[in-house]
């Protein structure tokens, strides 16, 4: 643990702070909105990485976890999961060995795309005498991973014949709906038709899909509009961020996350330098043509031009208030996911109170 | 420490390598360069953020190391340092007591551009009874922090004046020559002048400076031509990066540091997704219009088009070899300080054999 100052203005900066008034509504709401269309909901542990956060929304009715990496999964059995989902093709036999530990302690399931493999966990899993689910990964449009829906089946009959792995359904993720405007509203009625037609072809094999899982930020609250879809992994809706106002999906006020920094420079007239730049925001732009690394909450019409990596450039020409060195801003970040694993620890606040810290332990977790 | 394996192909991925052949030569050529031409050397630990990474530095002759975060300055005491240089305004009191704590142990300069700030630390030192050097930082045509010449007289006096502090000299970043064509040659002319004004106010004030401290890595090798600078702050040679070379400042051969990664989806034709994304490489687009996150060392016509978190996007339309999932590939980062920043671990290697392991003691320290 770390010695925790009772107020915010004690805290040292750049400091990452959580609302937690905010982050608790966030956390009902998706809850609330899952439970009503009886989705089942997954969150993925990326956005926040924290397993205390993750007991959260499990507590709240989520039935999983979603992870990308075989050590972000080890940090999230400290969240007592019922089940882990690995969204992500785990290549290798040192990784097959470090996720078969895993699965000795908690459920898992692979999303997948190859034959490649879906042959080598099968292996890892015969040898650790473990039966893994697998989830035949499509690609609806992004371009990433996934298979072609045509070929869903085939890549289900595949996994299905495979000793250990247990076929579950199909997972895809549909990144290329921006936000919901005309184009993404048509996107998202294109989406229901194929996946119309993949539960078909699935059927028509003898393998009826138990998950159909996907979802994204933009569309979160429009996946009950989705046929066949019966789970999302949602990750960002904990405490959304700059990115996921310009999608559509929030508003400001259900920012939970922001960067507390300090003035460390007005030398130059209507600019300020604060004491953190790409190592503590990360480099992300924002999803639309946007400028910026970020809003000043108290100053929104400041300008967050530029970054190096401890210096952030913030144009305050607009803005009406003047700022001295030894000030101190709140700052909502482009990108949530990659500026939480960038901070060792990050402190829940209520008001000026700060509550908690956490020690952000799924940080770094690169393998 | 954790289990080393002998071979590069051993080693899981995404992993950070440092070919330590080119390592050494980087270091050795700063080190002759520097000597050669009567200049102080203190390199930024920044780039590598390893005390033995420093301690090298120092074996070839730094004076001391140069740091932005007190964070950083902690870590670096274990390279036992004749001394750290703080190139960063240190605000407020937690900041300055943790500085205070560091300078018990090694002298510590910190470079500044306000009053506010060279009283506060004055002030810190005072109560901690240690004497504390400071440079007066000058804005040279960034615009980020530093006075503007014309007032640099004005601030050394202030220094002067405040109790534990000592005038050391001056300290500025030239980070607007980008690479060192005609317009760059000019600037670099310019600084000269610019700093040949500055040196000569500070004789007429009665304040000499004895550290007149600059550098660049775009302008690294051509130190000497600026008059009056007699200290150079070189981070990114000990490694360099794809931005180096597209400076100018080395060749592709002199590139230390690359990103181990694996081939994990070729689902998509003429593409494929490695296990590494920006939270393995950071978002750092190039510094130039150049495309791309990297450069992959053994398929140079790949273009690394695009990343999310986890998933990097390789267009290999361009490329005469094919990929499969398993493969492994080796990737030049566009910007290696924030890439080492986001790994836990390096390896240093030579050939395929892999000879160290580094934790990256000094990543994530933000404040």
Redesign the interface.
């Known amino acids: 643990m770390i010695a925790l100052p009772a107020k915010i203005a004690?805290l040292?900066?750049?400091?990452l702070l959580i609302d937690l008034d905010i982050m608790e509504r966030n956390l009902r709401r998706m809850a609330d909105y899952t439970a009503e269309h009886g989705l089942r909901l997954r969150p993925h542990t990326?956005t926040h990485k924290i397993p205390a956060l993750a007991r959260q929304q499990i507590d709240l009715g989520a039935v999983g976890l979603t992870i990308?990496?075989v050590g972000e999964a080890a940090v999230m059995l400290a969240a007592d999961p019922p089940d882990l989902l690995l969204a992500?093709?785990i290549?290798?036999k040192?990784?097959l060995d470090r996720l078969m530990e895993v699965a000795k302690r908690a459920p898992v399931t692979v999303s997948l795309?190859?034959l490649?493999?879906a042959r080598e966990l099968s292996e890892a899993a015969a040898a650790a005498q473990i039966e893994i689910g697998a989830l035949a990964e499509i690609?609806v449009g992004l371009?990433?991973?996934?298979?072609?829906p045509s070929d869903a089946a085939d890549l289900a009959r595949n996994i299905a014949q495979l000793p250990s792995l247990r076929f579950e359904g199909i997972a895809f993720y549909p990144?290329h709906i921006k936000t919901l405007d005309d184009e993404g509203r048509r996107a998202l009625a294109a989406l229901s038709t194929l996946l119309s037609g993949v539960v078909r072809d699935l059927k028509q094999a003898g393998l009826p899909p138990r998950i159909v899982s996907g979802g994204s930020t933009p569309t979160m609250f429009h996946s009950h509009e989705v046929a066949e879809m019966n789970e999302i992994r949602p990750g960002t809706y904990i405490f959304n961020d700059r990115n996921t106002v310009f999608s559509g999906a929030c508003a400001w006020e259900d920012c939970a996350a922001s960067i507390l920094a300090?003035?460390?420079?007005?030398?130059?007239p209507g600019?300020m330098?604060i004491?953190?730049g790409?190592?503590?925001f990360?480099?992300?732009?924002p999803v639309n043509n946007d400028v910026g690394f970020g809003r000043l909450i108290n100053a929104p019409a400041a300008v967050f031009t530029k970054m190096?990596?401890?210096?952030g450039?913030i144009d305050i020409h607009s803005v009406d208030e003047s700022f001295?060195?030894?000030d101190r801003v709140r700052i909502i970040p482009n990108h949530v996911?990659?500026a939480m694993?960038?901070?060792?620890w990050v402190y829940g606040v209520r008001g000026n109170s700060v509550e908690q810290a956490w020690r952000v332990e799924g940080?770094?977790k690169?393998?």
Chains 1, 2 share one sequence.
């Open positions: 004690d040292d900066t750049p400091a990326k990308a990496k992500y093709p290549v290798g040192r990784k795309d190859s490649t493999v690609d371009g990433r991973v996934g298979v072609q990144g300090t003035v460390v420079s007005t030398a130059k600019q330098i004491d953190g790409s190592k503590t990360s480099s992300d732009r190096n990596e401890e210096h450039f001295s060195v030894g996911c990659v694993n960038l901070h060792e940080r770094g690169l393998q």
